[in-house]
């Protein structure tokens, strides 16, 4: 999930002005907050 957000900024942080929320993956027991 860390790559994944960490490309998804790198690739689209022209069109992110702010992002907020908690992040729930399938498969996985953890939840990942991020702002």
Do not use: P
């Amino acid at each position: 999930a860390n790559i994944w957000l960490g490309t998804l900024l790198l690739e689209r942080s022209d069109d992110i002005y702010r992002m907020k929320g908690l992040l729930s993956v399938d498969g996985l027991n953890e939840r990942f907050v991020f702002q």
